[in-house]
T-cell receptor
């Protein structure tokens, strides 16, 4: 069965901290995505990766960076966390260009 | 203007009825259309995709696409309480992963 694992279900950090969110998949999918989901705004794409070391910006990349050193792992980095980055973060994978399989999400609170 | 618009609901239907969920999109160049279901506190799951005008059926679910009207819908026949969830419409504008847009979702409640 398909498995997308996000490292933390809940996370609390302080403003200014560097925050790492990890996502690991066991399906050998080329494409991986990071979304954030906020009430009334829906899911918004932060970054997309179509191969190791390859990435494309989504709609809201400001304040974020990503890393994909291995095919199975896609990391989202908040360079200097701010309160407006408090959100639910969802990782997804796919064999095509539409997100197919989502992780359980990380609910991140920035205090 | 948002790429994808959905009525947020909530939409309530009695058990056994047909639930009709609607979505409009703004870009006429949109190529692919999707429906996701998201249970409360859970992640979205892909349930339907449609690429050409007309209807596509999968069990109790039917996706309908009308490109001229820029309109996508999802019909759920014989609605069950287990169908209660938020349904997200999504649209792909091109063959790249960063031109894929979600609507904000319609909340559906099926009343036993």
């Amino acid at each position: 069965d398909v498995k997308v694992t996000q490292s933390s279900r809940y996370l609390v950090k302080r403003t200014g901290e560097k925050v790492f969110l990890e996502c690991v998949q066991d399906m050998d999918h080329e494409n991986m995505f990071w979304y954030r989901q906020d009430p009334g705004l829906g899911l918004r794409l932060i970054y997309f990766s179509y191969d190791v070391k390859m990435k494309e910006k989504g709609d809201i990349p400001e304040g974020y960076s990503v890393s994909r050193e291995k095919k199975e792992r896609f990391s989202l980095i908040l360079e200097s966390a701010s309160t407006n980055q408090t959100s639910m973060y969802l990782c997804a994978t796919s064999t095509n260009l539409q997100p197919q399989h989502f992780g359980d999400g990380t609910r991140l609170s920035i205090l | 203007q948002k790429e994808v618009e959905q009525n947020s609901g909530p939409l309530s239907v009695p058990e056994g009825a047909i639930a009709s969920l609607n979505c409009t999109y703004s870009d006429r160049g949109s190529q692919s259309f999707f429906w996701y279901r998201q249970y409360s506190g859970k992640s979205p799951e892909l349930i339907m995709s449609i690429y050409s005008n007309g209807d596509k059926e999968d069990g109790r679910f039917t996706a309908q696409l009308n490109k001229a009207s820029q309109y996508v819908s999802l019909l759920i026949r014989d609605s069950q309480p287990s169908d209660s969830a938020t349904y997200l419409c999504a649209v792909s504008l091109s063959n790249t992963g960063n031109q894929f847009y979600f609507g904000t979702g319609t909340s559906l409640t099926v009343i036993p």
